[in-house]
């Protein structure tokens, strides 16, 4: 027994995060950039596009499921759409779970970066994603998902509900740490002038029942018979209490150094990982205090004092 102890403690640990968000939402360039980014932190890191429909990868990658099947090929031998192909694949690699464990194995890296398809369904209803993550995680894997979606949905009140109860239903089935995020944040001066509320307000979800107002008074006539459901939706939302946004520009290492510290908090990787403390590593830990209004003006107006 003693002996089996002594293994678990000095295996090495491994770690990821799993990508997912809409479509369009920045999920391929975001992995991209953050490995980029933690390769200047001296992490060795893998992406794994689990995409069997991603034609446009903007990173090297060593494991993908399109060796494995294509949408395409679904489509044309089954005769299925392009979402019913996507749906058939994923559930193909949650079948063929063993040939993902295979290729993370051969990896010689122990951190993971898994872009994932842009079908919402594959994380609020169909439950492949999260019995593959499942399994990885009992086989000793420390994950966490990192939700992207675009951050102009905040411009409009209906969108942003949409987008909350879109993220707490994520967070639910997924089951994993959890870490949203707003991302293009670089195209934020673009709608700043649409913002009812002040950038914290997003970020932090606070009191829903002024955005809810806002709702009601833009959507008159027909449209306000959906007042008691806009109601429920916010309701629920604030009765789990469990979202709150990161804001990102994947374009500033300012922002994807927050968003890092974030996420290693997420998946345990800053308790358990015994990462060099180089200089490099000590300078991202140390991220100050300030309020999203700050840190988005410090990294539109980099040169502002």
């Not at 995409?51 to 060796?67: G, H, L, R």
């Not at 309701?235 to 974030?262: I, P, Q």
Request: hydrophobic fraction near 40%.
């Amino acid at each position: 027994m003693q002996n089996k102890v002594a293994t678990l403690k000095t295996q090495t640990p491994l770690f990821g995060q799993l990508v997912i968000g809409p479509p369009g939402s920045g999920k391929t360039t975001y992995c991209a950039k953050m490995k980029q980014f933690l390769e200047k932190l001296d992490r060795n890191v893998t992406v794994v596009n689990l995409d069997p429909a991603n034609d446009n990868m903007e990173y090297e990658n060593t494991i993908d499921i399109m060796q494995l099947i294509t949408v395409q090929d679904v489509m044309e031998q089954f005769n299925l759409g392009p979402n019913g192909a996507l749906i058939y694949c994923i559930e193909f690699l949650e079948a063929n779970f063993g040939w993902l464990l295979e290729q993370l194995k051969a990896s010689p890296c122990k951190y993971f970066i898994f872009d994932c398809p842009g079908q919402v369904e594959l994380y609020t209803h169909n439950n492949a994603m999260r019995n593959i993550f499942e399994q990885l995680e009992k086989l000793g894997y420390h994950l966490c998902t990192v939700h992207l979606v675009e951050s102009h949905h905040c411009s409009e009140p209906h969108k942003f509900i949409s987008t909350l109860l879109l993220s707490l239903h994520a967070m639910l089935q997924m089951g994993l740490p959890h870490v949203n995020v707003l991302s293009k944040a670089d195209l934020f001066k673009e709608f700043e002038s649409k913002l009812i509320f002040n950038l914290e307000y997003y970020t932090e979800v606070l009191d829903l029942n002024y955005l809810l107002e806002c709702v009601d008074s833009s959507m008159g006539g027909p449209q306000n018979k959906y007042k008691k459901l806009n109601a429920a939706i916010v309701s629920m939302v604030e009765d789990y209490s469990l979202v709150s946004f990161n804001l990102l520009d994947c374009n500033k290492e300012d922002s994807l150094l927050r968003l890092k510290n974030a996420i290693d908090k997420a998946n345990g990787y800053v308790y358990g990982a015994g990462e060099e403390k180089n200089l490099n590593t000590l300078l991202a830990c140390a991220v100050g205090a300030e309020t999203q209004t700050e840190r988005m003006e410090r990294d539109v107006n980099p040169y502002k004092s």
